[in-house]
């Protein structure tokens, strides 16, 4: 059964006439929003980033602050989206900033927990970089927890992960940290 196939039948199962003037095209329209939202299975950080690797000797933090992102909870299908924030010390190689960026979209394109997808962006930094240390803060809002459950508007999700010296360095870390959070 395709996907359009499968969203006909959920709105039958809703009460819905998909062939009513409304919804006639739903299904085909809802195929292709969860492909766009989920492109990210079809890429890869190293991939994204190519060729757009630099040897530099710069030795400071890079930060690129206040990444927007979109994602779907694997739990319920519904939105999750926020600000990443991203910060690596180099290690004889820089990355172009908006690489950052995409390596964010590859991981928030998929069905998402917010804790995994902070792993998985400092990971794939720490693996296409081998920086010295690499931090990553994600802060998010849950449709689920929002239009459903709890139903709290304004709650907002925090996950951090840190890699070398960002972990073992309690001065990288506090200013990494007060970069991010910094006039807030």
């Known amino acids: 059964m395709s996907i359009q ?3 006909r039948a959920i709105l039958v199962e809703l009460g819905e006439d998909p062939d009513r003037h409304g919804l006639e095209r739903t299904p085909h329209r809802v195929e292709e929003s969860l492909k766009f939202l989920t492109q990210g299975y079809q890429q890869s950080a190293s ?6 690797l630099f040897h530099e000797t710069h030795h400071n ?9 979109y994602s779907l909870c694997e739990h319920h299908m519904l939105p999750f989206y926020g600000k990443a924030h991203v910060a690596y ?3 004889g190689r820089i990355v172009g900033l908006s690489k950052m960026a995409r390596i964010v979209d590859v991981f928030a394109r998929r069905l998402q927990v917010q804790e995994r997808m902070t792993d998985q962006i400092v990971d794939a930094l720490e693996a296409e970089l081998h920086p ?3 931090g990553v803060v994600l802060d998010a809002a849950h449709l689920c927890m929002m239009m459903r459950g709890v139903e709290k508007q304004h709650s907002s999700t ?7 010296s960002f972990l073992d360095d309690p001065r990288t870390r506090e200013e990494f940290l007060r970069l991010v959070h910094g006039g807030r």
């Open 89 to 91: 010390i180099p290690n």
């Open 158 to 164: 925090i996950t951090s992960a840190m890699r070398g």
């Open 47 to 52: 991939r994204v980033i190519g060729d757009a």
């Open 5 to 7: 196939e499968h969203i």
């Open 61 to 69: 933090m890079v930060l690129v602050r206040d990444i927007e992102f």
């Open 132 to 134: 010295r240390g690499v």
